[in-house]
Each structure stands twice: as C-alpha cells, then as structure tokens.
C-alpha cells in the first residue's frame, strides 16, 4: 500500500512509526512530514516528502494526492480537516482518514459543539455563546469562580482562559474578542469550571460504527502543579485509571453513540478518531469538548500501547469497516509521554537551538524520541524548530516505571533553551 501522511509533528511521527511497523506499507508519502520521519525508511518501506508543502495548504495537498495517488490519506492536523481536505479527496475517489469539514465542526466550532450536545441531551457544561464585551461580562457575572473562556475556533490548543478573578476574566473576554487568537476568537463560549478528574477517551468511527480504542489523560498546563498557561499538552499517560472498562462503556452510551447518532441524523456522518475531552465527577462523565483527529501527545502513548496493526484500523475508518474487523489488541502495561519545549512555549519561542543527547535518549528499548518540531542538518545537528520540540516517551510495567523511564531519557538530553514538566502522571501516582 502507498500512504500519504498529512502533517508535521510528534503526533505525525508516532503515526508514521507505527504504520511502518506494518507489513501492508510499502510506500509512504510525507506531506510535508519532518527530518526525523525520513529515518523510517528502511529496505521494505520507501519514503518520500515534500517539505514544501504546508500541512494547512489544502489545495496543494489535493495536488500531491492526485499526482502520488494514494491507497488512503491520513490527515493528522485539525487545520487541514477543517479546511475541507477530507471533502476535496473524497470527491476524487480517494480513503481518507479524518472527516469532512461539515463533520469536523465538532472541534472547529465549540459554539456548534455545544449547540449540538443540547440538543441531543449529551452530559456537558452549562454555557453561553457571546459575541460582544457585554454579552460575555453578562454572562460572566451570573457564573462563580474559576471563569472558564474558550475561543469558539481553532486555537493550536491555545484558546482556552480559566480564572479565578472576575475582572481578569472581562478582561481576557475583551482581548480574545478583539482579535488575540484572530477569526477563531469572534466567539467565544463561556461555561462553567466542571470539577473532577479529566481524562480523555478515543474512539474510531466510519459514520456508523465506533469502536473505543483506550483512554489516556493530557497534562495541558505549562508548568508543574498544573500551573501556568494552557499550551497544546506537556504530557500524558495511558491508561488513565478513571476510564475503566465500565466508565468507557458509560462514555460511549451516553456521550459517543448519541454523538454519531446525530451526526447522521443531520446528514454529516462522522469518520475518522473521535477524542473525547471529558471531566468525571461522582462517577459521572460530562463532555467538555471533542477534538476530530488523534490527539498529541496522545497519540504518541497510544501509539506505544497498540498491538494490532494500525493501517487496517485506518482504512476501516475510511471504508465503513469497522463492524467487520477484528477486535484491537493492547499493551496492557502503561505508557507516558514528557513534551520538551522551547523556552517561552505557549508564547513566543526562539529557534535554531542546538540539541544533543537524543541518540542517548533513545538507548532503552522501553525509550521511544518523537521529534515534534526539530530540524536535522546534512551532518546530524539537531535543532529547535518550534514549540513543542521533543516527545520522550516510553513503556513500563505500570505508570510510576513508564514515567521513570521517560525522565530517565529525557535527563540524556542537552538543551539548554528547553523546558519541560517533572510532574506527568501526578495525579494518578497520587504525588
């Protein structure tokens, strides 16, 4: 099979390290991809890119699907499905994993998100939609502290405020309406802070069927003690021990089946990996939001836990085949992921910083670097290229070895110009 991966970072490199595990690959087009993901190619697998083809640029990614001619397209980034990519391939006859962009409406529009689960009596928070300072100082003064603020678009992960001080959160109001995170702040839905432990349930689905695959939870706070401002995640670890066997059930029966039920029932059947962002309190999941694309750096540990071959699992998202594959098999040690970022990482970063030790890193084989946003010169060097810079993530026979694995890694890294978190999977490790 020949697949067109679309996207550059370490949930893209998880993906295209796991599909190069499978037998069925024999082709893999990186669209643009990153220097790291070069190195999978190997005597059974060919790999080609095209670095100058942005993973946000639809109409050129519609180019190079029609000249590379694809078995299936999978679409990583929320940007590009946003955008319609998934519409556009379809229409040329070509599998796609991800939805179409009336679909992924459910992460692109928290306002139509939230709409949708009133309507179909789906758990969630209380909340408002607003469009003007007044609106959302109204509606803040009728709510208790902490104030939750979330930008109605896409926002990189970005685009949520949780305070504790009424005048802070007027304040955050005015600036994302006045433009802080662009069109994708026009709106902004305003809820109630839910109180609970969040974890995060991934389910694939072909427009009909789903099939939950595993739980993990995000660390999304920059900083230790859950501190700091919310960036893209600075870790995670799977599995989350709230989403047991018989919270995955309860999450799929009231929160993901009336879900896809809907979708269809509005003529927009969803495909592709549903990430359910969910707070549970008292036993009760309530939803509070949906992202419609695997989730980083969630993919990176789920990546690690997953036994079966994943390509199947993808093309049976593409062609309604779920209801007909074999059941997937799971690790069922733990695994966890430790984000390294760029000083100054959710906010602006500077590039070009040397890293070393990630060869080191990597030596266990409990170890696995997904480069996120690194560049590699002709000679080897490596350097920052983003934000979110490194995943050091790793398996153990339970959670306190998988983090211990992933710090020991991580401490083989020399990077003066990074940071990261010493505290992934606290809340889980009771610490």
């Not at 000249?67 to 599998?95: F, M």
């Not at 003529?267 to 009760?284: C, E, H, K, R, W």
Request: aromatic share 6%; net charge negative; charged share 20%.
């Amino acid at each position: 099979m020949k697949i067109m991966l679309v996207g550059t970072g370490g949930r893209e490199h998880a993906l295209a390290w796991k599909m190069a595990q499978s037998p069925l690959l024999a082709e893999l087009v990186l669209a643009p991809g990153n220097d790291a993901m070069e190195k999978l190619a190997s005597n059974n697998l060919a790999i080609s890119r095209q670095p100058e083809t942005s993973a946000d640029d639809v109409e050129a990614l519609v180019e190079l699907a029609k000249s590379c001619k694809p078995d299936l397209v999978v679409i990583g980034p929320e940007n590009a499905l946003a955008g319609g990519l998934a519409d556009k391939l379809n229409d040329l006859g070509i599998n796609v994993f991800g939805p179409n962009a009336a679909a992924a409406r459910l992460e692109s529009s928290k306002a139509f998100t939230k709409d949708f689960c009133q309507r179909h009596n789906i758990p969630a928070a209380r909340s408002k939609t607003v469009s003007s300072e007044n609106e959302a100082n109204d509606y803040l003064e009728t709510l208790s502290a902490p104030y939750v603020l979330k930008a109605d678009g896409l926002a990189a992960g970005k685009g949520v405020v949780i305070t504790e001080d009424l005048i802070e959160a007027k304040a955050s109001a005015k600036q994302m309406l006045d433009g802080q995170f662009g069109e994708a702040s026009s709106k902004l839905v305003i809820e109630e802070f839910l109180t609970g432990e969040e974890a995060s349930l991934f389910v694939l689905c072909d427009g009909k069927t789903a099939v939950p695959m595993v739980g993990a939870q995000d660390h999304k706070r920059a900083f230790d003690g859950d501190t700091g401002p919310n960036t893209g995640g600075m870790g995670c670890y799977s599995p989350a021990p709230i989403l047991d066997d018989e919270m995955t059930d309860k999450v799929m029966q009231q929160i993901v089946k009336p879900t896809l039920a809907g979708m269809v029932e509005q003529g927009t059947p969803f495909s592709g990996v549903l990430y359910a962002g969910l707070m549970i309190d008292n036993n009760q999941p309530k939803l509070i939001e949906y992202n419609v694309r695997f989730g980083d750096p969630e993919c990176q540990v789920l990546m690690l836990r997953l036994q079966s071959d994943l390509i199947p699992a993808l093309m049976a998202c593409a062609t309604e085949g779920l209801a007909t594959m074999e059941p997937l098999s799971w690790d069922q040690r733990s695994a966890a992921c430790v984000v390294m970022a760029a000083n100054g990482y959710p906010r602006t970063v500077s590039k070009g910083s040397i890293i070393t030790g990630i060869e080191q890193a990597s030596i266990s084989p409990a170890v696995k670097v997904f480069h996120a946003g690194t560049k590699i010169s002709v000679n080897g060097e490596v350097s920052a290229n983003g934000g979110r810079v490194l995943n050091i993530a790793a398996s153990g026979e339970d959670l306190s070895q998988a983090v211990a694995n992933c710090y020991a890694g991580v401490e083989q890294v020399n990077w003066s110009q990074g940071f990261y978190r010493r505290d992934i999977g606290w809340r889980a490790l009771g610490k």
